[in-house]
């Protein structure tokens, strides 16, 4: 699989429900980070968790990440209508370069 | 104030033009970075620079070539267009290489005919 691929790719959901994505990742990384790309709009940062951190929260949003696995996931809590949306992972192998995985289409239904 | 801006927000053109895209960033970032957006939203880095340094040169046809005239701006020129090259392009800065977030500008949509 890609190198910061997110699963499912797809999510619809009703507003208020919660959305959780997934990425994935294959060797050891500096740290991870998630964007939110709205339609016609460039990359927005949401959050950056280190490798030394599990669990990490702003907002609505709450990220893990289990380095042992290899893996991470977003929750958006108590979803809105705004926040329908591509969500990135993008891993830092510490090689100047952040890996973006191939996005995750959250569409949340009022 | 627009954080990283880019011009223009699209571009049409025929094969075999040349083209230029140009960015700039208000933040008092050093590095600044160029991203290429596919179609299935893959999105992928074609260059970075460090305070007007090249640092990043991924495989990219020659046809395509940045320039820095300063730490705040960096433009993107590409000779021959081709129809691949048919893409969203997004410009990015950050502070301190990639330990922080990155921040992007609003993409330039280039088709070509």
């Known amino acids: 699989s890609q190198q910061g691929e997110e699963d499912p790719q797809a999510l619809s959901i009703q507003e208020g429900e919660n959305a959780t994505m997934n990425c994935s990742y294959k060797?050891?990384?500096?740290?991870l980070q998630w964007y939110r790309q709205n339609s016609g709009r460039g990359l927005v940062h949401l959050i950056l968790?280190?490798?030394?951190?599990r669990e990490k929260h702003s907002g609505r949003l709450r990220v893990t990440l289990d380095t042992s696995k290899k893996s991470s996931s977003l929750l958006i809590t108590a979803s809105r209508a705004a926040d329908t949306a591509s969500y990135f992972c993008?891993?830092?192998?510490?090689?100047?370069?952040?890996?973006f995985g191939k996005g995750n289409q959250v569409v949340v239904i009022p | 104030d627009t954080a990283v801006s880019q011009t223009p927000k699209y571009l049409v053109t025929q094969m075999g033009n040349d083209k230029s895209i140009k960015c700039e960033q208000n933040l008092g970032h050093d590095t600044m970075y160029w991203y290429k957006q596919d179609s299935k939203k893959f999105l992928k880095i074609m260059f970075s620079?460090?305070?007007?340094?090249?640092?990043i040169n991924e495989t990219v046809p020659n046809r395509f070539s940045p320039k820095s005239p300063d730490k705040a701006h960096l433009n993107l020129h590409i000779n021959s267009l081709e129809l691949g090259d048919s893409a969203v392009y997004f410009c990015a800065s950050s502070q301190a290489g990639l330990v922080t977030e990155q921040f992007f500008g609003p993409g330039t949509r280039l088709t070509v005919l």
């Open positions: 968790i280190r490798s030394n951190e």
């Open positions: 620079y460090n305070n007007k340094e090249l640092i």
């Open positions: 993008a891993t830092d192998y510490g090689n100047n370069r952040l890996a």
């Open positions: 060797t050891s990384i500096n740290n």
